[in-house]
């Protein structure tokens, strides 16, 4: 029986990652990049697809585990009749190559240890050859070579390495597992003990810089750590997520590839980082989007690879039965070749608050925000597919229209404040034309809010950035009535749906679960109104969805109260992390951005 996604631990190394599961299995790893051909998929469709389990022989009666403080470096314990035994977790700073390092160690009385590793490479697809290696085994299918140094013999099967052993309290016995390109050799053995050690002190050393110092501080820094792990260090893209296909419904359709950077995350994502004092990131995100969106406006995408890459065509995998049978299992994502509008006001607002939060701004930034306004004037009233990616074709989405009036905003209030070059009386006249039109059409008087779209009745989640991006007050009557209409007919058990998908016009089966980041969003335009008390409380029951390591995936179901969609998800710990900060005292990211 797969695990639930809220058992899942996320290890990483600025450069691949790894989902560690509570029963001691590492199901889902990704060597050498985030997006590459998983090494273990056990995630999507079962054991024989890879995995590596390390934990005791027999029955468990209790496990408990933690980061340790402010780190990455996992420490699992399992009770069991006899003794207790820990498992330390961690992928240690990145070296020429990726390692996964694993010690167990007897902590009480004695144990008996099982260490099962099925390797394969493809996304499960392909079965390796097993070779023996010095102090282990040495792994060869393709391009890829692992290879597996322990304390302890091993036996090589056809299709896993396999080992049984018994620890006293005091003792452990260590393994790693590293990656290298098949035809060259593997780079120097690594000292398990060293890794953990300099594995905590990196992320602990990093940690410190956390110049946050209010309310919830600890799951603000668990979320920037998390961001961090999801952050590709050579060129500053962060990936939506660590995982492919973890659906948004168990059993449905809704599974979608989340190892790339999205352009919307922008300023959301710039904020949070500041707020936690990291300027170096930060800056290191908005190079990267610079890089990313180089060329002419028409060809701007809503995501890219983490280097920057345009071409992800979406794929298919039959031979793998998806995680609890949600299917398909799907890499790569077509949305990336979708036209939405409302990316360019994101790219044009992440790069205008970069500007006016003193990161050093260049030539190039203001070059390609002029740009950008200029394309936006011929095509803001197109149709397109909109901020949730429909597959249905292309409508007059509201939010979008909303986020062109960012982007000529921003435009406007460079040259006004900051003193950049540009036609200021013509981005003012096509400000005012933007907000207009979006008042007449996508506000609905009998419903007194605004809608999905134009023509529309529908609510949708993503009207609550009316407020947020300053398009209007948020003492507004427009506003209050949206996010009333939304409290009542968008949530479930107090959490905001993103839309009614069995009424929505996304060309999907219904159903989903509840849109935290959403959720977050709500409790944000609640402080903006004054309701400050009933915002904290909303942060409050969605810091209670973390599972026990901190970590939140993309929905949560309320049904069934549990997690789901992939994990964990980048967007979800950077709106807690704006949104705390939101409620704990006045001149937050939200308030900053609606007085632009």
Not at 347 to 370: K, V
Request: hydrophobic share 40%; net charge negative.
């Amino acid at each position: 029986m797969a695990l639930r996604i809220e058992d899942y631990a996320l290890l990483g190394d600025t450069q691949s990652a790894a989902l560690v599961g509570n029963d001691g299995s590492v199901d889902w790893l990704c060597f050498p990049r985030f997006d590459s051909d998983a090494c273990f998929a056990a995630l999507l469709g079962g054991v024989e697809h890879g995995r590596w389990l390390l934990a005791p022989a027999g029955p468990v009666r209790r496990v408990r585990r933690a980061y340790r403080d402010e780190t990455l470096v996992l420490d699992t314990d399992f009770e069991v009749d006899g003794g207790v035994l820990r498992v330390t977790d961690c992928m240690p700073p990145r070296g020429a190559e990726p390692d996964l390092v694993r010690v167990a160690e007897c902590t009480a009385g004695r144990v008996a240890v099982q260490l099962e590793l099925r390797p394969r490479f493809g996304y499960g697809a392909t079965a390796p050859w097993i070779m023996p290696g010095p102090g282990g085994a040495r792994i060869i299918g393709g391009p890829d070579a692992l290879r597996l140094t322990g304390d302890v013999p091993v036996e090589l099967e056809r299709e896993r390495v396999t080992a049984r052993f018994e620890l006293d309290r005091g003792s452990r016995a260590a393994f790693v597992l590293d990656w290298h390109p098949s035809h060259e050799k593997a780079p120097p053995a690594i000292d398990p003990a060293s890794a953990v050690r300099g594995a905590e002190e990196y992320w602990r050393t990093w940690s410190q810089r956390c110049r946050y110092e209010g309310r919830w501080r600890d799951a603000v820094i668990r979320s920037i750590i998390t961001l961090k792990a999801l952050t590709y260090a050579p060129t500053g893209g962060l990936l939506a997520a660590a995982t492919t296909s973890l659906p948004e419904k168990i059993g449905g359709v809704r599974n979608w590839d989340y190892r790339y950077c999205w352009v919307r995350d922008a300023t959301f994502t710039l904020y949070a980082l500041l707020v936690a004092g990291y300027t170096d990131e930060a800056r290191a995100w908005r190079d990267w989007l610079l890089r990313a969106a180089a060329g002419h406006p028409s060809e701007l995408q809503i995501m890219y690879g983490v280097g920057g890459e345009r071409r992800l065509p979406e794929l298919e995998l039959p031979w793998l039965p998806g995680y609890e049978g949600s299917r398909p299992v799907r890499i790569g994502n077509a949305a990336a070749e979708q036209l939405q509008l409302d990316v360019i006001g994101e790219l044009m607002d992440c790069l205008h608050q970069a500007r006016r939060s003193g990161i050093d701004p260049t030539p190039a930034a203001w070059d390609l925000q002029r740009a950008l306004v200029e394309h936006l004037e011929s095509t803001w009233q197109e149709p397109d597919e909109g901020i949730w990616e429909v597959r249905s074709g292309r409508h007059p989405f509201t939010h979008s229209r909303v986020m062109a009036w960012v982007a000529v905003d921003r435009a406007v209030s460079a040259v006004e404040r900051l003193g950049m070059e540009g036609p200021l009386e013509r981005w003012k006249a096509l400000r005012n034309t933007i907000h207009d039109q979006v008042c007449r059409q996508g506000f609905d008087a009998d419903r007194g809010a605004f809608v999905q779209a134009y023509g529309s009745r529908e609510l949708d989640a993503s009207l609550l950035m009316i407020p947020m991006v300053g398009f209007l007050p948020p003492d507004d009557p427009r506003v209050r009535g949206t996010v009333e209409a939304i409290q009542r007919e968008l949530c479930e058990g107090g959490l905001v749906l993103r839309y009614r998908s069995e009424s929505t016009m996304d060309g999907l089966p219904p159903g989903e679960g509840a849109f935290l980041p959403c959720t977050f969003w709500l409790a944000d335009c609640l402080a903006l109104m004054g309701r400050v008390a009933e915002a904290r409380a909303l942060v409050k029951k969605l810091l209670a969805l973390r599972n026990d390591v901190g970590l939140l995936s993309e929905e949560y179901d309320v049904h069934s109260r549990r997690l789901v969609g992939n994990f964990p998800q980048a967007f979800s710990h950077v709106a807690l992390v704006n949104a705390v900060r939101n409620v704990s005292r006045p001149g937050g990211p939200a308030e900053a951005r609606h007085r632009e």
